[in-house]
């Protein structure tokens, strides 16, 4: 499966967006799909992952209750809304694809080429 993400942009803080990850092909709905993000100089690391009917998500300590996943599968997309952001949020994010639901990055098969999410305080 390829990716795409989009929705990235400049934000104050308090703020809100809501990223987009596009996926190709007609096995959206047997990948659960996961959002990464990679600040300067860090580790790329886990924000949040959903399962492949939706039923299921998980959330980092540091986004749960100000970020939320969704996904469409009648749209191969996956949504990632996040409110309440913070400069520390400031990222490069990610939307990848993994054969199960997992917090770990190597888990996952497919990648999005990231969308850039800057935070201004």
């Known amino acids: 499966v390829q990716l795409q993400a989009f929705g990235g942009g400049l934000v104050q803080a308090g703020g809100f967006l809501r990223l987009s990850c596009a996926a190709s092909g007609r096995t959206f709905s047997s990948y659960a799909m996961g959002w990464f993000r990679q600040a300067p100089g860090k580790e790329r690391e886990f924000v949040a992952y959903i399962s492949r009917s939706g039923g299921s998500t998980y959330y980092a300590d540091s986004v749960k209750g100000r970020f939320t996943i969704s996904r469409d599968n009648a749209k191969n997309t996956v949504y990632l809304q996040m409110n309440s952001l913070k400069p520390e949020d400031t990222a490069v994010y990610y939307c990848?694809?993994?054969?199960?639901?997992?917090?770990?990055?190597?888990?996952?098969?497919?990648w999005g080429q990231g969308t850039q999410v800057t935070v201004s305080s």
């Open positions: 990848a694809a993994s054969f199960t639901i997992t917090t770990t990055r190597s888990d996952y098969v497919s």
